[in-house]
């Protein structure tokens, strides 16, 4: 008896393990997606704007593929992609923008699209996007045309004097040069 309990359980670990080797095998799955690059750089661009580029690409392989989603690591990186299959021979783009507003600097960012075949969700796999540029600062310190000009007075706080009853308060302060 002891040895068909312990036969038993053997039996039903062995399974498991398959089990769990076979969901471990559908999840490393690798699209058969072809893009004319993984990386991108936007070279130098002003800090303002949103910069987008579009990666495209082609299902190379002999079933329909579905875009589940495409993942930036922060706020700032917006990907977009399709949401429906992308039939075999077809293709698609994922639209990656960047916001370069307040991040002056050199960037680097990925974006994890995961994709899947459209027959079966679980047979998911992953390929990385890289999207890098530098963000020149806009220059705020410089008046434009048109625009007026603010120069900060000196440190001293200004003071009021009231001059007579009913009259208009006047206010000393240093005068600009």
């Not at 002003?46 to 987008?52: D, F, I, Q, V």
């Not at 963000?135 to 009021?160: H, R, T, Y």
């Amino acid at each position: 008896m002891k040895t068909r309990i312990t036969l038993s359980a053997g039996i039903f670990l062995a399974s498991l393990s398959a089990f769990a080797q076979l969901a471990s095998t559908e999840q490393n799955w690798t699209p058969t997606v072809e893009f004319e690059k993984v990386e991108h750089n936007f070279g130098s661009i002003p800090e303002g704007p949103k910069a987008t580029y579009d990666f495209n690409f082609t299902n190379t392989g002999k079933e329909s593929i579905n875009v589940i989603t495409a993942q930036a690591g922060c706020g700032c990186t917006t990907p977009e992609w399709p949401r429906n299959s992308i039939e075999p021979g077809k293709t698609g783009k994922i639209s990656v923008g960047y916001n370069s507003s307040g991040r002056p600097g050199a960037f680097s960012k990925d974006v994890n699209v995961i994709f899947s075949t459209a027959s079966n969700n679980d047979k998911q796999g992953t390929l990385k996007l890289t999207i890098t540029g530098n963000v020149v600062p806009g220059d705020n310190l410089k008046p434009k045309e048109g625009n007026a000009v603010i120069i900060p007075a000196e440190s001293a706080p200004a003071e009021k004097k009231v001059i007579g009853k009913g009259s208009k308060n006047v206010v000393n302060s240093p005068i600009p040069q």
